[in-house]
């Protein structure tokens, strides 16, 4: 079967040119920007001839020169284009080639070629896709399909790889991690001579589009893979290990740009068995990339997973910062700490995670989740790109230059939400995130409603009423998504293990933590200082706002206090009635966002107008499966009844 390409899918201009010249040294004849451009122009104007360079250049011809600029940027590019010609230079092969997708972008958008100038660099300088793709095919919270980098433990380079990294290119992302940081069955090989000449290969391609390839290792490789008896990252011989097998992977695959790493985190293995901590392990395997260039990405997901729910004062919340703040400034400086963009697990709501500035003397970056898996799954339609976008702006109040998120990390990453399927993403409407993830983070200051227009225009075609309603539909749906499930900062009440679908007391019980300890009076959980003390983790500001249940943002309210159903919210609702009134409203934004899907019909494509209308046929019976049992769960236990006379339970 083939595959979508999606944004990329180049539609016939309304010009009747003869010729179109591509002009351009003969260092970039080979590029990757030259070939898009070749192949967008006989797309886009399918009755000119596409010329490298010529003699000839009239009225019936235009001309689009590229250049690089060596005092620009490597990754900056400037476009000045008129109805004639086009001038694209760029800071090196990459600023060129983020140039030629502009503006090919600005082309389509208007229909035709365009006067317009256009500068720009990317607002974070490592924007960053994780694949939790397993060697056996299989992809971890994988909602899309199985793995198209790894079919049956053998690694893929391939049409479908090389459509990836173009789609990847054209909205800016610059790595790519290809497997889970799960490290599991032959996947523990990319580090041997195994997957060696694929993974030059596939490295070779992702760095023809200004792409690193990285890996994630499993940390016991020096037992796993080298034989020995101990992967101490402070043993001479498990470093010597390392460095020697860095040595040849890194000459081997000259694009690898080092490791994501899982260390000590939900079984996997780490430095706290050897009595080492995490600045000991993250540094010996820095020490061993950094002849090469390379980085090593430790994630900062570390908590204590055996908590018993009975226990007040162990909090989930709080590992993330009590487990890495007293390592501030140990780290070298190759190394970045990858810290979620909440304490929790990619909820719908959390509040930022503490630890974005106040690690002051050490690399950070953020991680979020496209992979919808506690979002809808890509079953249901939640557009994360305004959520990303609010937690990249959010002042931490940390006495800074600069206290936004955006401007205290070196970079962002995202677990991505493709697979094999047709259209990458299992529903076409999950796309957006994929599209608008690359654009945020090359432009943060971007319009969300500009941006979701110009995805549906580039995907969708030019009907006016298409690109309204999905609009209309993608700006909607996380605040639909929220109102249904979980509001007022809860999270969690998924079914265990799979996270589809509601159960209110699924995990409150369990040794992952406890999420929302309801019972017939009260609700939510007291992180405030005479509680667990997680509140106090912010800066001095904040820790006074989400202190007190009367100053704490009413959608963050249940995260950090524990209220009776009565409890006043700002709306002047009590706390019960909320949580009936969201989970109606919720599910009436689902049912209009499934009209207008079906008011579509006849004006997008069959094959995906089916596929999205099954979707929202999940989506609402699944929409009315959480706001019946949540609503039932809250009224048995209160026994409040709803203020609107609804029946609020079966």
Same mark, same amino acid.
């Given at each position: 079967?083939?595959?979508?390409?999606?944004?990329?899918?180049?539609?016939?201009?309304?010009?009747?040119?003869?010729?179109?010249?591509?002009?351009?040294?003969?260092?970039?004849?080979?590029?990757?920007?030259?070939?898009?451009?070749?192949?967008?122009?006989?797309?886009?104007?399918?009755?000119?001839?596409?010329?490298?360079?010529?003699?000839?250049?009239?009225?019936?011809?235009?001309?689009?020169?590229?250049?690089?600029?060596?005092?620009?940027?490597?990754?900056?590019?400037?476009?000045?284009?008129?109805?004639?010609?086009?001038?694209?230079?760029?800071?090196?092969?990459?600023?060129?080639?983020?140039?030629?997708?502009?503006?090919?972008?600005?082309?389509?958008?208007?229909?035709?070629?365009?006067?317009?100038?256009?500068?720009?660099?990317?607002?974070?300088?490592?924007?960053?896709?994780?694949?939790?793709?397993?060697?056996?095919?299989?992809?971890?919270?994988?909602?899309?399909?199985?793995?198209?980098?790894?079919?049956?433990?053998?690694?893929?380079?391939?049409?479908?790889?090389?459509?990836?990294?173009?789609?990847?290119?054209?909205?800016?992302?610059?790595?790519?991690?290809?497997?889970?940081?799960?490290?599991?069955?032959?996947?523990?090989?990319?580090?041997?001579?195994?997957?060696?000449?694929?993974?030059?290969?596939?490295?070779?391609?992702?760095?023809?589009?200004?792409?690193?390839?990285?890996?994630?290792?499993?940390?016991?490789?020096?037992?796993?893979?080298?034989?020995?008896?101990?992967?101490?990252?402070?043993?001479?011989?498990?470093?010597?290990?390392?460095?020697?097998?860095?040595?040849?992977?890194?000459?081997?695959?000259?694009?690898?740009?080092?490791?994501?790493?899982?260390?000590?985190?939900?079984?996997?293995?780490?430095?706290?068995?050897?009595?080492?901590?995490?600045?000991?392990?993250?540094?010996?395997?820095?020490?061993?990339?950094?002849?090469?260039?390379?980085?090593?990405?430790?994630?900062?997901?570390?908590?204590?997973?055996?908590?018993?729910?009975?226990?007040?004062?162990?909090?989930?919340?709080?590992?993330?910062?009590?487990? &890495?703040?007293?390592?501030?400034?140990?780290?070298?400086?190759?190394?970045?700490?990858?810290?979620?963009?909440?304490?929790?697990?990619?909820?719908?709501?959390?509040?930022?995670?503490?630890?974005?500035? *106040?690690?002051?003397?050490?690399?950070?970056?953020?991680? &979020?989740?496209?992979?919808?898996?506690?979002?809808?799954?890509?079953?249901?339609?939640?557009?994360?790109?305004?959520?990303?976008?609010?937690?990249?702006?959010?002042?931490?109040?940390?006495?800074?230059?600069?206290?936004?998120?955006?401007?205290?990390?070196?970079?962002?990453?995202?677990?991505?939400?493709?697979?094999?399927?047709?259209?990458?993403?299992?529903?076409?409407?999950?796309? *957006?995130?994929?599209?608008?993830?690359?654009?945020?983070?090359?432009?943060?200051?971007?319009?969300?409603?500009?941006? *979701?227009?110009?995805?549906?225009?580039?995907?969708?075609?030019?009907?006016?009423?298409?690109?309204?309603?999905?609009?209309?539909?993608?700006?909607?749906?996380?605040?639909?998504?929220?109102?249904?499930?979980?509001?007022?900062?809860?999270?969690?009440?998924?079914?265990?293990?799979?996270?589809?679908?509601?159960?209110?007391?699924?995990?409150?019980?369990?040794?992952?933590?406890?999420?929302?300890?309801?019972?017939?009076?009260?609700?939510?959980v007291d992180r405030s200082m005479s509680g667990t003390g997680y509140s106090g983790q912010y800066s001095p500001a904040w820790a006074e706002v989400y202190g007190s249940p009367d100053s704490c943002p009413d959608e963050l309210l249940l995260f950090f206090h524990r209220v009776p159903y009565t409890h006043r919210l700002r709306s002047g609702k009590t706390v019960i009635q909320h949580i009936y009134d969201a989970h109606f409203e919720g599910y009436e934004k689902a049912e209009h966002f499934a009209k207008l899907w079906a008011d579509l019909e006849g004006r997008v494509d069959e094959q995906?107008?089916?596929?999205?209308?099954?979707?929202?046929?999940?989506?609402?019976?699944?929409?009315?499966?959480?706001?019946?049992?949540?609503?039932?769960? &809250?009224?048995?236990?209160?026994?409040?009844?709803?203020?609107?006379?609804?029946?609020?339970?079966?």
């Open positions: 079967m083939g595959f979508s390409k999606l944004w990329l899918e180049h539609k016939k201009l309304a010009d009747t040119r003869k010729r179109v010249i591509i002009s351009c040294d003969h260092t970039l004849k080979d590029s990757a920007a030259f070939d898009e451009l070749k192949t967008a122009m006989r797309t886009m104007v399918p009755d000119a001839i596409v010329l490298w360079k010529s003699e000839v250049f009239d009225d019936d011809s235009y001309l689009i020169v590229l250049s690089v600029h060596p005092e620009l940027e490597a990754e900056e590019y400037n476009i000045a284009a008129s109805s004639n010609i086009t001038e694209i230079c760029g800071g090196s092969e990459t600023g060129v080639l983020y140039g030629v997708f502009a503006f090919l972008r600005q082309t389509a958008l208007a229909g035709g070629f365009a006067s317009f100038t256009e500068s720009a660099k990317p607002s974070q300088p490592l924007r960053m896709l994780n694949h939790w793709d397993n060697a056996d095919s299989t992809i971890e919270r994988g909602y899309s399909g199985k793995s198209f980098f790894f079919v049956d433990d053998e690694l893929a380079v391939n049409e479908r790889t090389v459509m990836y990294a173009r789609l990847m290119a054209s909205v800016g992302i610059n790595g790519v991690v290809i497997n889970n940081v799960n490290v599991r069955g032959k996947a523990k090989r990319l580090l041997a001579d195994d997957y060696a000449d694929r993974l030059e290969e596939l490295g070779g391609l992702f760095g023809r589009y200004g792409i690193k390839l990285f890996i994630c290792p499993d940390f016991a490789a020096p037992i796993t893979v080298g034989g020995l008896d101990s992967a101490d990252p402070l043993d001479d011989k498990v470093i010597e290990w390392w460095n020697g097998c860095c040595k040849k992977l890194f000459t081997k695959v000259p694009n690898l740009g080092g490791f994501l790493v899982k260390a000590d985190s939900e079984g996997q293995p780490g430095p706290f068995a050897y009595g080492r901590d995490h600045a000991d392990g993250a540094n010996m395997l820095a020490r061993a990339v950094r002849p090469y260039g390379g980085t090593v990405i430790w994630r900062c997901f570390v908590y204590n997973c055996t908590q018993d729910w009975r226990d007040l004062n162990t909090d989930r919340a709080r590992s993330g910062y009590d487990n &890495f703040i007293p390592l501030d400034g140990r780290f070298d400086d190759n190394v970045i700490l990858q810290v979620k963009n909440g304490p929790m697990d990619f909820q719908v709501r959390e509040p930022v995670h503490p630890l974005f500035g *106040a690690m002051k003397h050490t690399k950070i970056m953020a991680e &979020f989740q496209l992979a919808q898996e506690y979002t809808g799954q890509q079953k249901h339609v939640c557009w994360l790109v305004p959520m990303i976008r609010d937690i990249l702006a959010f002042g931490t109040r940390h006495d800074l230059d600069d206290d936004r998120v955006s401007s205290v990390v070196c970079g962002v990453a995202a677990v991505a939400n493709t697979g094999d399927d047709y259209c990458w993403t299992g529903s076409e409407l999950a796309a *957006a995130n994929l599209y608008g993830y690359g654009r945020l983070l090359f432009c943060e200051d971007i319009d969300m409603e500009q941006l *979701a227009e110009e995805w549906a225009q580039l995907t969708f075609g030019e009907d006016e009423q298409v690109i309204a309603n999905v609009k209309e539909i993608l700006l909607g749906s996380h605040k639909a998504y929220e109102d249904y499930t979980v509001p007022l900062g809860m999270g969690w009440m998924c079914k265990p293990n799979h996270h589809y679908g509601p159960d209110p007391w699924g995990y409150e019980f369990d040794r992952w933590g406890t999420y929302n300890r309801a019972d017939r009076d009260s609700v939510g995906i107008f089916k596929n999205v209308s099954a979707r929202f046929e999940e989506q609402l019976r699944c929409a009315k499966e959480w706001r019946d049992i949540v609503n039932t769960f &809250f009224h048995r236990l209160s026994g409040i009844d709803d203020e609107k006379g609804r029946k609020i339970y079966n």
